[in-house]
């Protein structure tokens, strides 16, 4: 079992910044990679980043390109996103996830709300 715990989200203004954080607990040496993912309102859970513990390997979603970035925190098995120019249409709620690859995630935190007023 893997437990995720994500903290960071809030209110923010258009074009400010937040950190997500998530700390993972539990057997996560058997997962590889860690993501992040969002729900807008009304919209389907979409994928936003993903790195890997091994390599630091990451992806991103191409709306989010060059203004998140994810990271990690091998020793303290924590994984950041760091979100800069926020928009509007960033308002979410992101999702921290856990899997054996990119792609493959079958292990989710609670979610924590970002809200970008305009």
């Known amino acids: 079992q893997v437990q995720l715990e994500e903290s960071g989200g809030g209110l923010v203004q258009a074009g400010g910044s937040l950190r997500l954080s998530c700390a993972a607990s539990g057997r996560t040496f058997s997962r590889n990679a860690m993501g992040w993912f969002r729900q807008r309102p009304g919209k389907e859970r979409e994928f936003v980043a993903g790195?890997?513990?091994?390599?630091?390997?990451?992806e991103y979603r191409e709306s989010v390109k060059g203004r998140f970035t994810i990271s990690r925190d091998n020793a303290k098995n924590t994984v950041y996103l760091q979100m800069n120019s926020l928009k509007p249409e960033d308002t979410a709620v992101y999702y921290c996830?856990?899997?054996?690859?990119?792609?493959?995630?079958?292990?989710w935190g609670q979610g924590t709300q970002v809200t970008v007023s305009s």
């Open positions: 996830a856990a899997g054996p690859s990119h792609h493959v995630y079958d292990y």
């Open positions: 790195i890997l513990w091994s390599g630091g390997d990451t």
